[in-house]
């Protein structure tokens, strides 16, 4: 299938991404997993939070995107720099208009762009290798993609890309175990920004560190948004920390994105029920509010999602309240239903 240069305002767009496991085998059943089951998602010049319960697909989602796996279907196209989208043409790529499809990259093209779209995961720990210096470790990026001539010039521009993530100058002559935890994955950030890549994904980048430095990094990375000019996808399972990083969030259930649109306008007016469920289960900080807590539960645990209908439906208390719609969210999946920038996959909003 031909693919379409993106729009001038998109950065990177997944299209009907899907990522299927075959489990089980010997001693159990075979099935497939869904991990990830039809995902369009279009980025923008922005920070977009994918929030859901683990074993959502969020970091399956990841993955693929940055090109770890390969997609069972779908495709991911992403905008390369100028730049990029040079080299690609000398190799033979298929570019259009800086455009490029995963789906039609050679491996050699793929190592190219993977450039463009760089990784911050969960763990600071293991994240940066032990053995080598703070800066060389955020530098080994710029040397994989010859971006640098010398070993003076890597250094020089590790220690500036270090400046920017807020980090002293004396952390360059460093190792990772002298380095705090919040300190670490200051570098593991400053380590992904070196390659000036269009496109972070950082899977849960703040979820391991303390509670106390947790906003710190927040805040670095919506400033780094702003200063570096890279859009983020930052996947999370806490909505709590998406009103101070993210322009939009997208919830994520059993491998489908459910409800998506500006982060304060899901906050403030839910529309999907597991949506008002993921918000009831934080903490409301105002005692006023608090009673918001209670109003709606969910029932039982994330787990398989049922053979027909909304892959919802057999946790969803809105359900309880409308019986009537028991023959459309039992039998047939939800499309999106759209209302200005938001978009919901739930038949109880389809006008
Ligand atoms: N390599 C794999 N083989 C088989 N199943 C997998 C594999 N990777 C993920 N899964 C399954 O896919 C589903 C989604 O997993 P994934 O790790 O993407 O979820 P998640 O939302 O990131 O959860 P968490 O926050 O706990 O990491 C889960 O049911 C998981 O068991």
Redesign the pocket.
């Known amino acids: 299938m031909p693919f379409d240069p993106l729009p001038p305002d998109t950065v990177m767009k997944t299209v009907n991404l899907k990522?299927y496991?075959?489990?089980g085998g010997l001693f159990a059943p075979k099935r497939v997993?869904?991990?990830?089951d039809g995902v369009d998602l279009s980025l923008k010049d922005e920070v977009y939070c994918i929030v859901?319960?683990?074993?959502?697909?969020?970091?399956?989602?990841?993955?693929v995107v940055v090109g770890l796996?390969e997609p069972t279907e779908g495709d991911v196209l992403i905008r390369v720099r100028d730049e990029t989208a040079s080299i690609l043409k000398m190799m033979g790529e298929k570019v259009k208009g800086n455009t490029v499809s995963y789906k039609h990259l050679s491996p050699k093209g793929k190592r190219v762009v993977k450039r463009e779209i760089q990784m911050v995961w969960?763990d600071p720990y293991s994240s940066v290798d032990p053995r080598m210096k703070v800066w060389e470790a955020v530098a080994e990026p710029l040397i994989i993609h010859k971006l640098v001539k010398d070993k003076k010039e890597a250094r020089e521009r590790a220690i500036e890309i270090l400046k920017k993530v807020k980090l002293p100058e004396d952390v360059a002559d460093r190792y990772p175990h002298q380095l705090s935890g919040g300190q670490r994955q200051r570098v593991v950030i400053a380590r992904a920004l070196s390659v000036n890549p269009k496109v972070i994904v950082a899977?849960?980048p703040v979820s391991m560190l303390d509670v106390s430095i947790r906003a710190e990094i927040i805040n670095l990375m919506r400033q780094l948004h702003e200063s570096e000019g890279t859009s983020m996808i930052v996947?999370t399972?806490d909505l709590s920390t998406t009103p101070h990083l993210c322009d939009r969030i997208g919830i994520?259930y059993l491998?489908r994105v459910v409800e998506e649109g500006p982060t304060r306008e899901v906050i403030e007016d839910p529309l999907h029920p597991y949506t008002k469920a993921l918000l009831a289960a934080v903490l409301e900080p105002d005692p006023e509010n608090r009673e918001r807590e209670l109003v709606v539960p969910i029932k039982g645990e994330v787990s398989r999602p049922p053979e027909r209908g909304c892959r919802f439906w057999p946790r969803c208390v809105a359900l309880d309240m409308h019986k009537e719609l028991e023959g459309l969210c039992k039998y047939e999946e939800p499309g999106y239903f759209v209302k200005g920038e938001r978009k919901v996959a739930c038949w109880l909003h389809k006008g």
């Open positions: 990522k496991y075959q489990v997993v869904k991990a990830v859901g319960e683990s074993g959502c697909g969020k970091s399956t989602f990841a993955r796996e969960q899977d849960e996947i399972h994520m491998g």
